[in-house]
């Protein structure tokens, strides 16, 4: 068993900052990718960023390429999500997850842990 614990959320402004930080605890060492995703109020769940644990890959969503930069302490067990650059469409709420990576024509990563979740709000 794996939990995930999200922490860093709240509310900012348009162009302003935030870091999000995932700890791990449990099981971590079936852990071979880890995420952050999103989801907005009536909108469907958006992979944000991931990074798998082995290689270090990253991939972003197309609509935080060059704002956000996720990051991992593998001492820590703890992921990050450093987001610069904040829009009001960036209001979500953010989610961890973890699993492990597979390839089906692409490099995916199955999430079998999910943490709570914590709210990121950005006004205009």
């Known amino acids: 068993q794996v939990q995930l614990v999200e922490s860093g959320g709240g509310s900012v402004q348009a162009g302003g900052s935030l870091r999000l930080s995932c700890t791990a605890f449990?099981?971590?060492?079936?852990?071979?990718?880890m995420s952050w995703l999103r989801q907005a109020p009536g909108k469907e769940r958006e992979g944000v960023a991931t990074?798998?644990?082995?290689?270090?890959?990253?991939d972003y969503g197309d609509s935080v390429k060059g704002r956000f930069t996720i990051s991992q302490d593998n001492a820590k067990n703890t992921m990050y999500l450093e987001m610069n650059s904040l829009k009001p469409e960036d209001t979500a709420m953010y989610y961890c997850?973890?699993?492990?990576?597979?390839?089906?024509?692409?490099?995916?990563?199955?999430?079998?842990?999910w943490g709570r979740g914590t709210q990121v709000t950005v006004s205009s």
């Open positions: 997850a973890s699993g492990y990576r597979r390839w089906d024509g692409a490099l995916l990563c199955n999430y079998n842990y």
């Open positions: 990074v798998y644990t082995v290689d270090s890959r990253i």
């Open positions: 449990g099981y971590t060492y079936s852990i071979t990718c």
